[in-house]
């Protein structure tokens, strides 16, 4: 699973993180997008936060210091979910085999978080947006179902993750 989607994330170059919020995100409680993240920084494929803009200014309020960041940024793939018990078993078992626990798993994933939620904050607080690159397609980005979607798709047929 690690290596089909691991070449999947490399193809595409880069992972467009989808967050409803920076504390408390949907997106960290998802296993797929965990390991999404985990597997971007295994093959040094860079992470970027896309926020609906109607939700941006709610983000630049809520975390004012390193231990604000820290709990934002925490992840618990042990606990998170997926929409088909299978995946989650799945992905949680491969983690499980490999680790041992999923302390590395949140370990490398919280440290990701913490520096794309950083350059977030200060993009924000400095009133610019994101890289002209992502900035000109966020309207087709946010239309577009996310890589771990897509990958699901493309290995199960249906529609979720």
Same mark, same amino acid.
């Given at each position: ?16 993180? =989808?967050? !409803?919020?920076?504390? $408390? ?5 998802? @296993?797929?997008?965990?390991? *999404?993240?985990?597997? %971007? ?8 936060? =896309?926020? !609906?803009?109607?939700? $941006? ?5 809520? @975390?004012?210091?390193?231990? *604000?960041?820290?709990? %934002? ?21 491969? @983690? ?66």
């Amino acid at each position: 699973l690690a290596v089909s989607f691991g070449n999947n994330v490399k193809t595409i170059g880069k992972i467009w993180m =989808l967050m !409803d919020s920076l504390q $408390q995100s949907t997106y960290t409680s998802r @296993i797929w997008c965990v390991f *999404e993240i985990f597997v %971007a920084r295994k093959h040094d494929v860079p992470c970027t936060i =896309l926020i !609906d803009p109607e939700k $941006q200014d709610e983000c630049d309020h809520g @975390i004012n210091s390193l231990e *604000e960041l820290d709990e %934002a940024c925490r992840v618990h793939a042990e606990h998170a979910t997926a929409s088909y018990a299978q995946d989650e078993e799945g992905i949680k078992k491969e @983690i499980l085999e490999q680790f041992g626990t999923f302390d590395e798993v949140n370990r490398v994933v919280e440290k990701e978080l913490r520096s794309v939620v950083t350059d977030t904050l200060l993009r924000l607080r400095s009133g610019t947006t994101a890289s002209s690159d992502s900035s000109q397609n966020l309207p087709h980005l946010l239309s577009m179902p996310s890589c771990s979607k897509t990958f699901h798709q493309t290995q199960h047929g249906k529609d979720g993750y």
